[in-house]
């Protein structure tokens, strides 16, 4: 749980709305125990700050209920499952709006991205070389493959380097 504004203790006075709550949730003492061990209150002193702490979290679901949300999406790069505007609750994404509920967790968000349609396709890596850049290629190819003692990779990169005495 992340909460930025420019009070703290607007702030925490979210925090305790949310404890509120605790007696009439069906599962509280896992809430309870979420929010006494991964519960953060982060305050920040501007909004221009909030996607570099965003993208340092990598959180797995981000609510932003503030004002022009749309704007601050260019600026973020880390996040599982973005929630856009005051009216878009997480819920919304984890049973009805959105491709799916399938997104990285525990700031996997940094390199990895939902479960989509690509993860469902195979794909081929395609690779083409002229002479010429086979040969400058090759040059560079045998130095890392003779590195490694792989002799016949070496060696296949280097047949098709140009002689330049020639």
């Not at 896992?30 to 702490?53: E, L, T």
């Given at each position: 749980?992340?909460?930025?504004?420019?009070?703290?203790?607007?702030?925490?006075?979210?925090?305790?709305?949310?404890?509120?709550?605790?007696?009439?949730?069906?599962?509280?003492?896992?809430?309870?125990?979420?929010?006494?061990?991964?519960?953060?209150?982060?305050?920040i002193p501007s909004m221009d700050d909030a996607p570099d702490v965003i993208n340092q979290i990598a959180p797995e679901h981000l609510e932003l209920?503030?004002?022009?949300?749309?704007?601050?999406?260019?600026?973020?790069?880390?996040?599982?499952?973005?929630?856009?505007?005051?009216?878009?609750?997480?819920?919304?994404?984890?049973?009805?709006?959105?491709?799916?509920?399938?997104?990285?967790?525990?700031?996997?968000?940094?390199?990895?991205?939902?479960?989509?349609?690509?993860?469902?396709?195979?794909?081929?890596?395609?690779?083409?070389?002229?002479?010429?850049?086979?040969?400058?290629?090759?040059?560079?190819?045998?130095?890392?493959?003779?590195?490694?003692?792989?002799?016949?990779?070496?060696?296949?990169?280097?047949?098709?380097?140009?002689?330049?005495?020639?």
């Amino acid at each position: 749980v992340g909460i930025r504004t420019s009070s703290t203790s607007r702030g925490l006075g979210e925090v305790d709305k949310k404890e509120a709550l605790l007696p009439s949730l069906e599962r509280r003492d896992i809430v309870q125990q979420s929010i006494q061990n991964r519960c953060a209150f982060i305050a920040i002193p501007s909004m221009d700050d909030a996607p570099d702490v965003i993208n340092q979290i990598a959180p797995e679901h981000l609510e932003l209920s503030v004002e022009n949300a749309e704007a601050m999406l260019p600026s973020i790069r880390h996040a599982g499952a973005i929630f856009v505007g005051r009216f878009t609750s997480e819920a919304l994404g984890d049973y009805c709006a959105g491709p799916n509920h399938v997104l990285p967790t525990s700031t996997t968000a940094r390199f990895a991205s939902p479960l989509g349609v690509y993860d469902f396709q195979k794909r081929s890596s395609i690779i083409g070389c002229s002479a010429e850049a086979a040969s400058t290629l090759g040059k560079i190819a045998s130095t890392m493959a003779r590195s490694e003692s792989l002799t016949a990779h070496a060696l296949s990169a280097e047949y098709r380097i140009i002689d330049d005495r020639s």
